[in-house]
């Protein structure tokens, strides 16, 4: 079983980069994820910054959040994630203007596991399972988009 993977997939979406980057916050992400309900520890507001920890459930794991670089202007964030007694992970997301107006964002996750569950979880997470698994985030956002009021640069 495989115990240390990094994963990385670009998506292209359908909004201007100022608009898809909140997206990727612990807060936009609640207006395309069904079932995201973080739980904000650091600031209690859930406002995104460097520092921010925050919890979110997902069956019967809980998974611990901190933002360790948080560069709205670069649109880019990174998060620290652990799920006790499972993995150890990275996820940065990176936005960039793409040529059509859009917007192209790099998603990469690295994982290291802390137990076998963690090395069964890591070994499902195969280069064409996190491919698919970041295109369904293109589904949920451009669906977001198509259907959302409010001028470009408001989530």
């Known amino acids: 079983m495989t115990s240390h993977i990094e994963r990385s997939h670009a998506i292209v979406l359908s909004g201007p980069v100022e608009r898809v980057f909140a997206l990727f916050t612990p807060i936009g992400e609640t207006l395309w994820v069904d079932g995201w309900n973080p739980e904000f520890l650091h600031p209690q507001d859930g406002e995104t910054r460097q520092g921010m920890v925050f919890r979110t459930a997902h069956g019967d794991e809980t998974t611990l959040w901190a933002c360790t670089d948080w560069d709205p202007l670069a649109h880019r964030v990174r998060y620290v994630r652990v799920t006790p007694d499972s993995r150890f992970g990275f996820v940065e997301v990176a936005c960039r203007p793409a040529a059509d107006g859009g917007t ?46 409010g001028p470009s640069g408001e989530i």
């Open 104 to 149: 192209e964002a790099s998603i990469a996750y690295t994982f290291t596991a802390l137990s076998t569950a963690g090395r069964s979880y890591l070994s499902e997470l195969t280069e064409d399972a996190f491919a698919h698994m970041i295109e369904g985030w293109k589904v949920g956002i451009d669906a977001w988009l198509r259907t959302s009021a």
